[in-house]
C-alpha cells in the first residue's frame, strides 16, 4: 500500500518548487518496519525570464538553474524474516509404491530485523540554449546514497543455514552529466545536429560490518565482483600474482613462472573512468542520415577468451617462433632482477588462465570505441500523400554494432569488450569463454493513417 502527496508552487513563470512525499507499507518485512516515508523536493530558477537583461537575448536564449533532492525506498522478497518450510511432493515412490512428500528448511536464515533500504539522491544543475538556439547545454553534478541496503550474507552451514539477508552497507556514487548540442548546419534544405554527452560516475562502498569482509555482487566466491569497505562498487576479485613489498614488481619463482598467492583479492576495477558518446544528424529535405559513436576510456576486464587464445596459442598475435627464449619482468623471491630464461612456450601458456595462473593473468583494459548505431532514413513528402488515406510513410535502414576498437586487448583476437560472462545484472567486467559480439542489420517501413 502506497500513499502519495505532491505540491507545486510557481511564481511570475521563473521560480519553482516542488514538494512531495511517499509513504509505503508491505509486509515483507514485520511489523515495526513495514512503514517508511521518503520526500522529495525540487527548486528551479529561469533568470532569462526574471531578469530584464536577459529577456529576448539573442545569445543566451533560455537559462534554468535546478537544485532537487529525492528519496526511495526498497524492500526485500517474501520470507526473509519468518522460518518457513519447502513442500515437495512425489520426492520418490517406495518399493511398495507409495510416494514420498517432504518438507525442508530453506538455507536462507529468517531475519526479523531486515528493514526496508533507502536511497537518497541530491542533484543540481543548469540547462541553457544559446545563439538563436543553435547551441544548447545540460550540466548535472550529482550524489546518490545507499544506506541500509539488503545484502546476502553467506554464514556458516553448521548453523544449518547458508545465508541470510541483512540491512549493511552504504554505497556513494558521485558523478557529472553533460550534454551539449550544436547545430551548425541549418538552411532551407540542409540541417546537421550534434550532441555530446559525458558521463563521469565514481562509487565507495563503506559501513560494511566488521565480520563481513565483503559481498559477493556476481560471480563465485573466488572469482567474480564484490563489495568491500574502501574500494568502488563491483570491483573485479580473484587470484593474483605476488608482488615484491619494494618494488611492486611480480615476483618469479626457481621454475621462470610467476608466483600466484594462495588467497584471492582485488584484482581490478571495472567502473570506467569516464564515457563520452557523440550522435550526429544530417538531415537533407526528406532524407536523413543518424550515427551514433561511444568512447569508453579506462575500466579493467577479466576476459577469459583473449587469454585462453593467448594462451594455447591459437591467434595471430602469437604468430612467432614459441620456442624462443626470453624472461619474464619481474624480481626473483631475493628482490634481485629475474634472469631465468623460459621459452615463449612456457610464458603463453605457463602464465595464463589456461594452465591455472592467476586470474590476474587475464586482466585488460577495456578502453574501447564504437560505432554503436548508424541509421538512414527516407520521408515520404506529405504532397505525395495528400490524395492517399496515408498521414506518413518512412523507410529506414539501420545497422548496430558496426565496428569497434579496443586498442589494449590482442589485436588479432578481436575482442568485444561488451562481452559479459555474467548475464543481465549488477556484476560486469567479467568474461569468461563466449562467442563474437553480433553486427545487426535492419530495415523497416512505417505507414500512418
Known sequence: VGAFALASLGYRDYAYLTLGGRNSWKSTVEAPNRSIFYPNASLSFIPTSALEGLKNNSVVNYLKLRVGYSTSAGFPGPYATRPTYTSTTKVFVTPGGTNINTLTIPSLLPNPNLKPELLKETEAGIEGKFLSNRVSLDLTFYQRIANDQILLKTIDPASGSTSELINAGRVTNKGVELQLGVIPVQTKDWKWELTALYTLNKSMVSNLPADLPFINIAGFSNQGTIAKNGSP???????????????????????????????????????????????????????????????????????????????RGVTKDTEFDRAQPLILPGVLENGQPNNIQISATQDYYGNSITNGAASESAIYDATCIRLKEASLSYSIPAKALTKLPFGAISLSITGSNLW??????????????????????????????????????????????
Do not use: C
Request: charged letters at 15%; glycine letters at 16%.
Open 404 to 449: 569497434y576498437y579496443a586498442p589494449n586487448f590482442p589485436k588479432y583476437v578481436h575482442f568485444d569488450p561488451d562481452a559479459n560472462g555474467l548475464g543481465v545484472g549488477n556484476g560486469r567486467g567479467i568474461e569468461f569463454l563466449s562467442g563474437p559480439s553480433a553486427r545487426r542489420y535492419g530495415a523497416s517501413l512505417r505507414i500512418t493513417f
Open 233 to 311: 562498487l563491483g570491483v573485479i576479485y580473484g587470484t593474483y600474482f605476488e608482488k615484491d613489498s619494494k618494488s611492486g614488481k611480480r615476483i618469479v619463482g626457481t621454475d621462470g613462472n610467476y608466483i600466484a598467492a594462495n588467497d584471492p583479492g582485488i584484482i581490478g576495477d571495472p567502473n570506467p573512468l569516464y564515457k563520452i558518446t557523440g550522435i550526429s544528424t544530417l538531415s537533407y529535405k526528406a532524407f536523413s542520415f543518424y550515427m551514433q559513436w561511444d568512447y569508453t576510456q579506462g575500466g579493467d576486464m577479466l576476459a577469459g577468451t583473449p587469454a585462453a587464445l593467448l594462451g
